[in-house]
């Protein structure tokens, strides 16, 4: 699977597809997290908040910050570590006026 989203992803990136870039480093930190590597999870989490603050897109942007954010609250539960949870809890913060600066519901 993982091979197959890293053909998506550099094809998403040659073309310049902010959206789709963003959807393949989300899958991917998905697919990520289903194996057990939270930290991998957290490194494309952190690319695809990169992606969206560099591109301007809001939507990127909360979409980015809402899974950061689930990835650090499971990061968190496995390492027993406060600070993610209080990273967590602030991805969740930002993702929130993003979607109230676009003036559409949060995602479920």
């Given at each position: 699977m993982l091979?197959?989203?890293?053909?998506?992803?550099?094809?998403?990136?040659?073309?310049?597809?902010?959206?789709?870039?963003?959807?393949?480093?989300a899958a991917s930190a998905m697919v990520q997290i289903e194996r057990g590597d939270l930290e991998a999870a957290q490194r494309l989490d952190e690319r695809a908040l990169a992606l969206g603050e560099?591109?301007?897109?809001?939507?990127?942007?909360?979409?980015?910050?809402?899974n950061a954010g689930c990835t650090l609250l499971l990061r968190g539960d496995a390492e027993g570590d406060h600070e993610?949870?209080?990273?967590?809890?602030?991805h969740q913060r930002q993702c929130r006026a993003i979607y109230q600066r676009l003036g559409a519901a949060e995602p479920e």
């Open positions: 091979h197959l989203l890293a053909r998506v992803l550099t094809l998403a990136e040659e073309i310049g597809v902010i959206r789709e870039t963003g959807r393949a480093l560099r591109s301007g897109n809001l939507k990127e942007q909360a979409r980015a910050h809402c993610h949870y209080r990273a967590a809890l602030e």
